[in-house]
C-alpha cells in the first residue's frame, strides 16, 4: 500500500546537531546504535539500519554507499538538500524533545531550517535537575518545580518522563519526609560537584506525581519512555504494565499518557493497554527505524488489538535533518506493507487502511497535541469527499494584504458584480510557520498548514463594506458542520 502521499506528524524526535553537516565518521556511525559511544563501532556496519540508511543516502544522494562518500557529499550538498528532501517526504511538524542531547542546535535553528513546524517537548527530569541545588530546602525545590512546569505547559504541546531509565516505571507514593530526604542526598551530589543525575526513587516517583498533576492541571500529554533504549536501561523495570496502578487511580482519570518506543519489546502489553485504557496511546518510534521492513509483524499485532485512534507515528531520531526523511519514508512503507497484509485477509477495507494510516501518520497527533484541528473525515467509498460550508474569519483593515508573495499561493483578483474585491487563492502544498498576527495573536493569513489542512484547499476572501475588516471564507472539502467546530 503506497502511502507516500501522506503527511507525517513526527511525534517524537530529538534536535539536529550544532552542525548537523561536518559530522566525523565516528559519529556518524554511532547515531545507529543505543549502544555506548564508540563501543559497538565493529559491529554496526553489519545492522539493518546501517546498511539500509547507507544505501538509501547513497541512492539520494548521488553517490556510494560508503560512510565517508555520503558524509563527503551531504557537506557539499547542505542545508538546501536537507531542506527540499523534508518538504517532499512532507513532514508537516516535529515534536522535539529539548531535554536531550544537551548540546544541539536550539529549536529557533531548527525552525530556520525545515520547511514544517517545530514544537517543544518538555523532559521534566531534566528541568528538576536544572534546579536541583539552587534552592535549599525540599519544600522550596518541590513549589519550583511545579511552578517550572505550569510555566513551560504555556511554550510546549507536551511533557515527557524518562523515569523507566532511572528508577523504573513501577511508580509509588512516597511520604513528604522520604522524599525530602532524598532531595537531600541528590542536593548533596551536587554541593560536592558531582553530577546532577537524578537517580534517588523516592525523589523520581514523587516529581512524576506532581507531573502527572500539571499534566491534567493544563491539559497537557505525557510522553513516557517505555521498552528498549541504551544500556542504563533496565528493560524489566521498562514494562509499560507497570504504570496500571495510575492508570487505575480515578484522580488520573484526565490523563493523557503516551507510551514510546512501541514499548518494544513489550509490544503486546502496550497494544492491550491502548485498548482497555482511554488514557493511553502508543508512540511508534525507535523500533520503527530499528526494524526497517521488519517492524511490519510487531505493526500486524498492534493494528489487530489496539483502536487506531490511539496509535501515533514517531521516529526518536535527531541529529540528521536526512534522518528523519528516512524514518518517515520507512515508517509509511512498514505502515503500508501492515495495513496490507490485513486488507488481504479481509480484516480491512482498502478505504479504512488507507483513513487508519492517515490517523496514525498525522491526525491523531494532531488531535492530541493540540497541533491544530484535526477534524474527523467520516468513511466514503467513493474518491471524493462532500463540501462542506466555509469558516468566516474577520481581519482588521491593513492586515488582509499580508503575505500575499507566499511562494506557494496562487491569487487571482477580480470583481465581482456588487463592486466588491474577490481573491482566489489556491495554496498547492502543506507548509507551516510559526509568524503570528501583533494585533491578533492568531496565525497570519495565509497560514496553510493550521487553516488549510490538505492540499489544494480554496481560500476565497471579499473586502466587505466596512473600513476596519474584511470577510474571508475558507472553502473546504471537509464534511458538513466542520466549520463551526472549536478552533475553526
Known amino acids: 500500500m503506497d502511502l ?63 560512510a565517508e562518500a555520503v558524509l563527503e557529499r551531504r557537506l557539499a550538498l547542505g542545508a538546501p538538500w536537507a531542506r527540499e528532501a523534508m518538504a517532499r517526504s512532507r513532514l508537516a511538524a516535529l515534536l522535539v524533545d529539548t531535554g536531550y542531547p544537551p548540546e544541539a542546535m536550539s529549536l529557533d535553528g531548527m525552525r530556520r531550517l525545515v520547511p514544517c513546524a517545530i514544537h517543544e517537548v518538555v523532559r521534566v527530569e531534566t528541568c528538576a535537575e536544572r534546579l536541583l541545588g539552587q534552592l535549599r530546602s525540599w519544600d522550596e525545590f518541590h513549589a519550583a518545580f511545579r511552578a517550572e512546569l505550569r510555566e513551560a505547559a ?20 512516597w511520604t513528604d519526609g522520604e522524599a525530602a530526604e532524598a532531595y537531600g542526598v541528590a542536593r548533596g551530589r551536587v554541593q560536592r560537584g558531582e553530577s546532577s543525575r537524578l537517580t534517588d526513587k523516592p525523589l523520581l516517583d514523587t516529581l512524576f506525581e506532581t507531573t502527572l498533576d500539571v499534566c491534567i492541571e493544563t491539559g497537557r ?3 513516557v519512555h517505555a521498552g528498549f533504549g541504551d544500556p542504563d536501561i533496565d528493560l524489566l523495570q521498562a514494562n509499560p504494565l507497570l504504570l496500571r496502578p495510575i492508570l487505575e487511580d480515578p484522580r488520573r482519570a484526565g490523563l493523557k499518557l503516551v507510551v514510546l518506543h512501541m514499548a518494544y519489546p513489550y509490544v503486546r502489553e502496550a497494544a492491550f493497554m491502548t485498548a482497555v485504557w482511554p488514557q493511553v496511546h502508543l508512540d511508534l518510534s525507535l523500533a520503527l527505524v530499528f526494524l526497517g521492513p521488519a517492524a511490519a509483524g510487531p505493526l500486524v499485532e498492534i493494528l489487530g488489538l489496539a483502536p487506531v485512534t490511539k496509535l501515533l507515528y514517531g521516529s526518536d531520531v535527531g541529529a540528521l535533518p536526512d534522518l528523519f526523511v528516512l524514518a ?32 496514525i501518520l498525522s491526525d491523531n497527533a494532531e488531535r492530541l497535541y493540540g497541533l491544530r484541528p484535526a477534524w474527523s473525515r467520516p468513511r466514503f467509498s467513493g474518491r471524493s469527499l462532500p463540501r462542506g460550508p466555509g469558516l468566516l474569519l474577520v481581519v482588521p483593515e491593513g492586515r488582509q494584504d499580508r503575505g500575499r508573495d507566499h511562494p506557494h499561493r496562487h491569487d487571482d483578483e477580480r470583481r465581482d458584480p456588487d463592486g466588491s474585491t474577490r481573491h482566489d487563492l489556491a495554496i498547492d502544498e502543506d507548509r507551516d510557520t510559526d509568524e503570528r498576527d501583533p494585533d491578533l495573536g492568531e496565525p497570519k493569513i495565509p497560514y496553510p498548514h493550521r487553516s488549510l489542512p490538505t492540499r489544494g484547499r480554496r481560500l476565497t476572501t471579499r473586502r466587505s463594506s466596512g473600513p476596519r475588516a474584511r470577510r474571508a471564507i475558507i472553502r473546504s472539502r471537509g464534511p458538513p458542520g466542520y466549520a463551526g467546530r472549536p478552533g475553526w
Open 4 to 66: 507516500s502521499s501522506l503527511r507525517v506528524v513526527d511525534g517524537h524526535c530529538h534536535p539536529f546537531l550544532r552542525d548537523p553537516w561536518g559530522v566525523p565518521a565516528a559519529a556518524f556511525v554511532d547515531l545507529f546504535s543505543e549502544g555506548r559511544p564508540g563501543t559497538m563501532a565493529a559491529h554496526i556496519p553489519h545492522t539493518g539500519y546501517f546498511q539500509r540508511a547507507l544505501e538509501e543516502l547513497g541512492r539520494r544522494l548521488g553517490t556510494t554507499a560508503g
Open 154 to 173: 504555556g511554550r510546549s504541546v507536551a511533557f515527557k518522563s524518562i523515569i523507566a531509565y532511572r528508577s523504573g516505571l513501577a511508580v509509588r507514593r
Open 221 to 223: 500529554p505525557l510522553q
Open 328 to 359: 518517515a519514508d520507512w515508517g509509511r512503507t512498514a505502515l503500508g506493507d501492515a495495513l496490507d497484509w490485513l486488507v488481504g485477509r479481509r480484516a480491512l477495507s482498502s478505504e479504512r487502511a488507507v483513513e487508519a494510516a492517515r490517523l
